[in-house]
């Protein structure tokens, strides 16, 4: 990837502010804003041979309030949908993956861990864990044959991989069923050769075979056309570790041990009657989320299944908490965070950085900001490096308050055959995808 800003959820190196209490946001004029803000214009100006042929908000469009919100094409019958799969170049086969095998498990997991996201640096790689793999696969009424491999004929290495599950999202007062798509990765030898669009065209079609027709994704790369673009916040929680690791910098006038201090938090939550979920509250935290998520512009329609499925604690995969009232018991905060892995690359010291990465929030009795600094303190326990979260929902309100700091790259969301007028505020989106 040489086009790109920093891709999706990759780990950022933190300017300096370790120094701060209260970082600042970035510096609109520093050379690296000034060089990203050339970066995006070109990308903008720049044709996209793929994208400029798909049913999605493209760069001319920008600005024409005459276009209809809603799907740009409409379904075609499924007996017209291409029965057979997509060519590809004659060393190569399409596989499906299934995640339930432990020897296919471990060769997604490889082939991610050596060529998915990196950041721009390319200090950083993701390392999804198999079970988080099998867990972000695997949802309500999943589609294994979403679930998309490109082996090469002659060794039968598995060198190429894209996925889609299913998911319903609410977009104002319309509920669409859509295709989340994630996990589009190439062997790295096979870059540039145009194998990304003929992987995204397989699963188009594979999607529109259960008739679906639109999809949601998120990617660090411009693309036509983003509907939102967020940043990435990180709060330190092993400050001496990610400093040692070149995530951050101790910044000026700082040394490590008031470094440690000023990331120090206590060692127990504060709020009375915060515990961990159980399998007993999902009627209740469906409720509370539910009822939060419907005043954003995009979020997911989660039912009783897709709580107990996406929320409910799975070791070292998503953990979530809530407040229950000690008086009334009843469920009144929720917080959630997943775990997501990156392998330091070149480090003599360490390999792995573990972060927690903010999911679902939500707040009715207890402030956010409190909430969330229990989050961080469990999170810490746990013994998390770091933890990160977007500037979507209300998670503005505690960024700079809890000692979060900007991150240096952008994640941009996307929806594919569906048509938003205007791009929203991230405070709009409701929406996290992995
Ligand atoms: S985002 C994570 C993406 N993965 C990585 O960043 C891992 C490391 N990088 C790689 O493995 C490769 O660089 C990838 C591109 C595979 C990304 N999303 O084959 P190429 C366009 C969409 O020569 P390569 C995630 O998983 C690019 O603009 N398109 O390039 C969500 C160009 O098109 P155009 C992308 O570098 C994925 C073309 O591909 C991305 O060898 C959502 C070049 O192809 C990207 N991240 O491989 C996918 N990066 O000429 C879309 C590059 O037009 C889903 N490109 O500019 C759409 C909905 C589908 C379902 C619809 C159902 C209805």
């Known amino acids: 990837m040489t086009d790109n800003n920093s891709p999706p959820g990759s780990p950022k190196v933190n300017p300096d502010h ?22 995006d214009s070109m990308s903008l100006g720049k044709r996209h041979k793929f994208w400029e042929t798909q049913p999605v908000g493209q760069f001319k469009d920008v600005g024409d309030t005459s276009l209809p919100e809603g799907p740009i094409e409409l379904p075609t019958p499924l007996s017209e949908v291409k029965q057979e799969p997509y060519n590809l170049p004659s060393q190569y086969e399409w596989t499906t993956c299934d995640m339930d095998s432990e020897e296919t498990c471990n060769e997604v997991y490889n082939l991610l861990k050596n060529n998915y996201v990196e950041d721009d640096e390319n200090m950083f790689r993701f390392n999804y864990s198999k079970e988080f793999l099998r867990w972000a696969l695997r949802p309500p009424g999943y589609y294994k044959s979403w679930h998309i491999g490109v082996r090469a004929k002659a060794s039968k290495k598995l060198v190429a991989f894209i996925t889609g599950v299913p998911a319903r999202i609410r977009v104002r007062d319309e509920v669409v069923k859509m295709a989340e798509i994630n996990f589009l990765c190439v062997h790295k030898k096979l870059r540039t050769k ?13 999607v529109h075979l259960e008739n679906i027709w639109q999809a949601a994704y998120t990617a660090g790369v411009v693309l036509p056309t983003p509907i939102t673009t967020c940043q990435y916040w990180h709060r330190s929680l092993n400050p001496k570790k990610l400093i040692d690791v070149g995530f951050s910098r101790l910044g000026p006038r700082m040394t490590m041990s008031r470094t440690i201090k000023l ?5 127990q939550p504060v709020t009375p009657g915060f515990r961990k979920m159980e399998l007993r509250d999902v009627p209740a935290v469906t409720r509370l989320l539910r009822q939060y998520l419907s005043q954003f512009v995009v979020s997911p329609d989660f039912d009783e299944n897709d ?34 892995p990156s392998s330091i690359l070149g480090n003599q010291n360490y390999s792995i950085l573990k972060a927690a990465y903010s999911y679902y929030n939500v707040s009715t009795k207890t402030p956010l900001l409190q909430l969330m600094n229990d989050a961080l303190i469990v999170a810490k326990k746990k013994d998390f490096d770091v933890f990160n979260a977007l500037d979507v929902m209300h998670n503005e309100s505690f960024l700079k308050e809890l000692k979060f700091g900007p991150g240096d790259g952008q ?11 205007n791009a929203l505020r991230t405070s709009e989106l409701g929406l996290v995808l992995l």
Not at 263 to 267: E, G, S
Not at 322 to 339: A, G, R
């Open 18 to 39: 370790t120094s701060e209490a209260n970082p600042l946001p970035t510096d609109d004029s520093s050379l690296e804003n000034i060089v990203r803000r050339f970066q």
């Open 194 to 206: 145009r194998l990304a669009p003929v992987m995204i065209k397989e699963v188009t079609r594979r």
């Open 263 to 267: 990331y120090k938090l206590p060692d």
């Open 307 to 340: 709580v107990e499925h996406w929320l409910l604690p799975t070791e070292d995969v998503v953990d979530s908490y809530l407040v229950e009232s000690p008086k009334t018991h009843d469920i009144t905060d929720f917080c959630s965070f997943y775990t997501l």
């Open 411 to 421: 994640l941009h969301y996307y929806l594919y055959n569906y048509r938003i007028r």
